[in-house]
């Protein structure tokens, strides 16, 4: 079993910043795959960042060049932080897993970029 924990959302004026944490229970956080997803209302979850285990980190296109997702094996913890943020952005944000096949999320965490 895993289960992730995020924080670090909230009301935040365009142009302004944020750094989400996703906290992990799993012993082997290193060797997991992590990403961060967002939904916003009426529309489908979407991927905005992934790192692997490895390394090697990927960004929704919308995003790349104000988001950076890193990793912190010996807190088990991934972040996200985001720089200029946009009206757009607002959404909860989730972090998933993938372990066995199977797919683990969050709670979700809300960001909500308004003036």
């Known amino acids: 079993q895993v289960q992730l924990v995020e924080s670090g959302g909230g009301l935040v004026q365009p142009g302004g910043s944020l750094r989400l944490s996703c906290a992990a229970s799993?012993?082997?956080?290193?060797?997991?795959?992590m990403g961060w997803y967002r939904q916003a209302p009426g529309l489908q979850r979407e991927l905005v960042a992934a790192?692997?285990?490895?390394?090697?980190?990927n960004y929704l296109d919308s995003v790349k060049g104000r988001f950076t997702i890193s990793r912190d094996n010996a807190k088990k913890t991934v972040y996200l932080q985001m720089n200029s943020l946009k009206p757009e952005d607002t959404a909860v944000y989730y972090c998933?897993?993938?372990?066995?096949?199977?797919?683990?999320w969050g709670q979700g965490t809300q960001v909500t970029v308004s003036s």
């Open positions: 799993a012993i082997m956080f290193s060797i997991y795959d």
């Open positions: 998933k897993t993938n372990r066995g096949g199977i797919d683990y």
């Open positions: 790192i692997t285990k490895g390394g090697s980190r």
